[in-house]
């Protein structure tokens, strides 16, 4: 008899913050500093986080693609506009 189990790696990465990237599968936004993470998911949620290693794992994503900072800032004024004109 076969039996499926759920297994985890812990894989230790070398990278160079401030990292800037996008995941297009979930059309997620990923500013990753030192200290902190801003988070901008689909097209209504934006959030804030003080624990940035816990997005690290999304830089394993195969839609993963990196970007500059301007395009992260251009993205993030252009959903704060889109959540002001709903509210």
Same mark, same amino acid.
């Given at each position: 008899?076969?039996?499926? &189990?759920?297994?985890?790696?812990?894989?230790?990465?070398?990278?160079? =913050?401030?990292?800037?990237? @996008?995941?297009?599968?979930?059309?997620?936004?990923?500013? =990753?500093?030192?200290?902190?993470? &801003? &988070?901008?998911?689909? *097209?209504?949620?934006?959030?804030?986080?003080?624990?940035? *290693? $816990?997005?690290?794992?999304? =830089?394993?994503?195969?839609?993963?693609?990196?970007?500059?900072?301007?395009?992260? @800032?251009?993205? =993030? $004024?252009?959903?704060?506009? !889109? !959540?002001?004109? @709903?509210?």
């Amino acid at each position: 008899m076969k039996h499926k &189990i759920i297994t985890q790696v812990e894989t230790e990465i070398e990278i160079e =913050l401030p990292i800037y990237f @996008k995941v297009t599968e979930f059309n997620a936004y990923f500013s =990753l500093k030192e200290n902190s993470a &801003i &988070i901008i998911w689909g *097209d209504t949620a934006i959030n804030i986080s003080y624990f940035p *290693d $816990v997005y690290l794992r999304y =830089l394993n994503e195969k839609t993963y693609m990196k970007i500059t900072e301007a395009e992260f @800032k251009t993205k =993030l $004024v252009q959903e704060c506009n !889109l !959540l002001i004109s @709903k509210s």
